[in-house]
């Protein structure tokens, strides 16, 4: 079975489902005996977000940003709650929306699901919604599509404008790697490539080619985003840190520069080669598949993003 992940936040009518979940990737996915430990309630489960594994007490945790720092990440229960048998193992299930506040302005919001067995409860990866976003409803229908519905900000809005325009993202939980993929819309040849912008979404990296045929294969294929302002600063997370800073469209010439990332070390992580990939762009494009094609400097590769 072909995985689909495609982190567009808008349905359609003339989405085509895909029933595909996120299979094991090279090293980045784990067998569930591998992953997090169970607990016997779900607020005080393990759960992980991007690549760190955080554990809930009492639906809180605490970690400093980095070794020493005075500075706290701050990982909270939210809520949304929605139950279902995701596994079909004769038990309720729960997913729910976890925040984060990396010591910063913002409150990163997370999707969450914890799976019931007999010795209690084992947390899954995270999935990102947004920032400083407002959450809605969590739903799981009855063939375990789990559709997250919310409000954010039209494009361009800054975070002092309240979210107003709703969005809803369809998932499906792979219980073995406890790992979200999305249900995606077939969408070739309906996208206008002419009325796409760089600030129209948050942007997923999905892999990069360079010009003498060698492909970088994602470990954590869910971990990399990229979010351009309209005020010429970006945005990102990949499978380690957040990074930021600004960026220069002029035509479809693209630069990046002022980089700057938190300081957590993270074993494996390919955090550095998406940065290299940045700094190396020269220009970009849209396609009719609804892609953004980052090109590197002479000539030297290709960067996709969906």
């Not at 990982?75 to 506040?101: I, K, P, W």
């Not at 969408?187 to 492909?215: C, H, I, N, Q, S």
């Not at 800073?245 to 993270?266: H, I, N, P, Q, S």
């Amino acid at each position: 079975m072909r995985v689909v992940i495609d982190h567009r936040r808008n349905s359609s009518a003339r989405a085509t489902l895909l029933f595909a979940v996120v299979a094991c990737v090279a090293s980045g996915c784990s067998a569930r005996d591998e992953g997090p430990s169970a607990s016997t309630d779900h607020r005080n489960a393990e759960y992980q977000i991007d690549a760190q594994r955080v554990t809930l007490v009492d639906g809180r945790a605490e970690a400093p940003v980095a070794p020493g720092s005075a500075t706290m990440v701050v990982t909270s229960y939210f809520g949304n709650e929605a139950r279902a048998d995701l596994n079909g193992d004769g038990r309720d299930d729960v997913v729910f929306l976890l925040t984060q506040e990396p010591g910063g302005s913002g409150t990163f919001y997370y999707v969450v699901a914890a799976l019931a067995a007999e010795d209690g409860y084992a947390g899954s990866r995270a999935l990102l919604l947004g920032d400083r976003i407002a959450p809605q409803s969590v739903a799981i229908d009855s063939n375990g599509i789990i559709t997250v519905s919310y409000a954010d900000r039209a494009p361009g809005e800054s975070f002092a404008t309240s979210p107003s325009v709703g969005k809803s993202i369809r998932l499906k939980l792979d219980t073995e790697s406890l790992q979200f993929g999305e249900v995606a819309q077939d969408f070739a040849g309906e996208a206008d490539p002419a009325r796409m912008r760089l600030d129209m979404k948050t942007w997923l990296w999905v892999g990069a080619r360079y010009a003498d045929g060698t492909e970088v294969v994602l470990r954590r294929p869910d971990a990399f985003t990229l979010t351009f302002g309209a005020d010429g600063r970006f945005s990102a997370t990949t499978d380690c840190n957040r990074l930021g800073g600004t960026y220069t469209a002029t035509g479809d010439a693209l630069t990046f520069g002022d980089v700057f990332a938190t300081r957590m070390f993270c074993e494996g992580s390919q955090e550095n080669e998406f940065s290299a990939l940045l700094d190396a762009v020269a220009s970009y494009r849209f396609t009719a598949r609804g892609q953004l094609l980052l090109a590197l400097d002479s000539d030297s590769g290709t960067v996709e993003l969906r």
